[in-house]
């Protein structure tokens, strides 16, 4: 299996608005986007147009139940965009640890050269 | 926040001034960050990164010892980098006391960099190694925040 991740899902996670509504969709499940529209700070058109984004990506997708139009969250392609950021945050874990490594081997190689030095 | 963000922090048991040293004197940078580093650490200044046989241009931007510490770098790439189309890596050092140091590191505009499909998959795929447990536990907790179906 590769990391890849193509333009349309990096976009459509890069935006804080569609964030905000994965995570309101990752949290409660099927609902509507007149029911998303209650909870964010934008208006409906804007929730509208944010959600055939994030359809395209495929990060969404929706059902008929009854007469109302429900999203739901594809988990299997937010897993993909979340760990294709968690490659990149493990890298520079990677690199801080080296930092720590080496700055605690400066300080202490300086404190033994203070003792010789006193 | 716009856009994608990684931050991440260590604490480090060495003053600031130390720490400092290690993250902007280019020949510690080469052993933590790219395998050759040509920069003079100075507001504005144009470097270069050089990863393995393949390199990048790298801007300083904010140079405040030994407190903050900012670049931009765009790799690969041969184009300069600036707003729109490189990464903009911001480190920030506090003082903990007895000596320590957080060190915080945040990383943004993943979402912009303008590389093949095959490159980004390469670049996925040479760092993928060892890092299993890591995302193992990842899609643990994605796991537990899986809507339940209503159905």
Known sequence: MTEQVDDELWSAVADPSRRKLLDLLVSNGDVSASWLAGRVPFSRQAVAKHLAVLERARLVSRHKHGREVLYQVEAGRLDQATRAMAVLAAQWDRRLATIKRLAEAAHAERRRGDRHDG | ?151
């Open chain 2, 1 to 151: 926040m716009q856009g994608l963000t990684i931050e991440r922090d260590v604490l480090v048991e060495a003053p600031p001034e130390v720490v400092w040293r290690t993250i902007t004197e280019p020949d510690q940078m080469s052993q933590w960050f790219a395998d050759r580093v040509d920069l003079v650490v100075e507001p504005g200044a144009h470097g270069y990164l050089q990863f393995g046989d393949q390199g990048g241009p790298v801007v300083v931007e904010i140079v405040d010892p030994p407190n903050r510490f900012s670049f931009r770098w765009n790799y690969p790439g041969g184009q300069e980098p600036g707003t729109g189309n490189s990464m903009l890596v911001e480190f920030t050092l506090t003082a903990e006391g007895d000596g320590r140091t957080r060190l915080r590191v945040v990383e943004s505009g993943h979402e912009l960099r303008d590389w093949p499909d095959a490159e980004r998959r390469r670049y996925a795929d040479e760092h993928r190694e060892g890092w299993g447990e890591f995302l193992d536990r990842l899609a643990r907790v994605l796991a537990e925040f899986r809507p339940q179906r209503r159905r």
